[in-house]
């Protein structure tokens, strides 16, 4: 049953966000890492990515990680001149190191 839900919910997500023009930004949530990679749909490519093992030394909770790979993310993906993106969250709820990853890439300066 909630694997069932869990696919509609992707699939829902998925279609809104491959129609957009922004690149889009996807996430994925392991138990002890985060990890999230900016793609653009257009050309099937991978822009930047960056994840939790990435960082020198991650230091609070899982979801002040996740804060800081959103900061870091946001850091590349100016880099690129990208300023606007699409957050794809992948089927997960909105919440916790999820939710915290996309302040994270507000408070980067990118527009979601």
């Known amino acids: 049953m909630i694997s069932q839900r869990k696919k509609r ?7 809104k966000l ?10 994925f ?3 002890s890492s985060i990890y999230a990679q ?10 930047v990515s960056f994840s ?3 960082l020198e030394k991650p230091s609070g909770d899982k979801t002040a ?9 946001a850091k590349l993906a100016q880099a690129a001149n990208i300023d606007r993106i699409a957050f794809d969250r992948g ?5 916790g190191r999820v939710k915290s990853l996309a302040q994270g890439l507000r408070d980067g300066g990118l527009q979601l």
Do not use: K, M
Not at 38 to 47: G, K
Not at 91 to 95: D, F, L, N, S, T
């Open 9 to 15: 919910r992707v699939a829902r997500v998925g279609r």
């Open 18 to 27: 491959r129609a957009s023009e922004f690149p889009r930004v996807r996430v």
């Open 29 to 31: 949530r392991s138990n």
């Open 38 to 47: 900016l793609i653009d749909d257009t050309q099937h490519r991978t822009i």
């Open 52 to 54: 939790s093992l990435n």
């Open 65 to 73: 990680i996740a804060h800081a790979v959103g900061l870091e993310l």
């Open 91 to 95: 089927g997960y709820r909105y919440h």
